[in-house]
């Protein structure tokens, strides 16, 4: 590996370790409550976002950065810089998946999360700290599953997105 590939997968690493440490209340990946509809649907989504895409990613983005490229102990400051933002920048893409995850969430309104009136398929009700509801996460985190704020969490993925393409592509 090359200088921007290595300083891409720590910063990669480093930036999934924080987007992974404010996951907690969603519970993307709540496998004990999978027949829960809501459950499944918002599991499915989270593979697919959260987990086929970001390999996806990383593969695609080692695989752009290939090359000779300066090494950092002989280059100048400035191609030195060069290869660490083209190392640093595409991994903002972490912030982008989590960003459209929650996007997704939010435009979906009550498909993901079942509301505290609901019951679940069986007609057992599930603790809040089991399974979350909509009103568990408006109180806990300011939730709110409308789509201005969906909307806002899509365009924010996009920038992150961006930002994270753009070393790839200016050097082509």
Not at 18 to 28: C, D, E, R, Y
Not at 40 to 59: G, Y
Not at 116 to 131: H, L
Request: proline letters at 4%.
């Amino acid at each position: 590996m090359n200088d921007a590939q290595q300083i891409f997968m720590v910063f990669f690493a480093i930036f999934w370790g924080t987007v992974a440490s404010v996951q907690g209340p969603w519970k993307q990946f709540n496998y004990s409550h999978i027949c829960i509809p809501q459950t499944f649907r918002r599991i499915l989504l989270s593979w697919a976002v959260l987990n086929f895409l970001p390999v996806a990613f990383v593969c695609w983005t080692v695989f752009s950065l290939r090359g000779n490229g300066p090494r950092l102990d002989t280059s100048t400051y400035c191609q030195a810089s060069i290869t660490v933002l083209n190392g640093i920048l595409p991994a903002f893409a972490v912030f982008g998946f989590y960003r459209l995850w929650v996007a997704i969430v939010q435009l979906s309104g009550g498909k993901m999360f079942y509301r505290e009136s609901e019951d679940t398929r069986s007609g057992a009700r599930v603790s809040d700290k089991a399974e979350p509801t909509l009103d568990s996460l408006r109180d806990q985190l300011g939730f709110k599953a409308k789509c201005r704020y969906g909307l806002l969490n899509l365009l924010f993925a996009i920038w992150y997105f961006a930002i994270a393409l753009a070393p790839i592509f200016w050097r082509c």
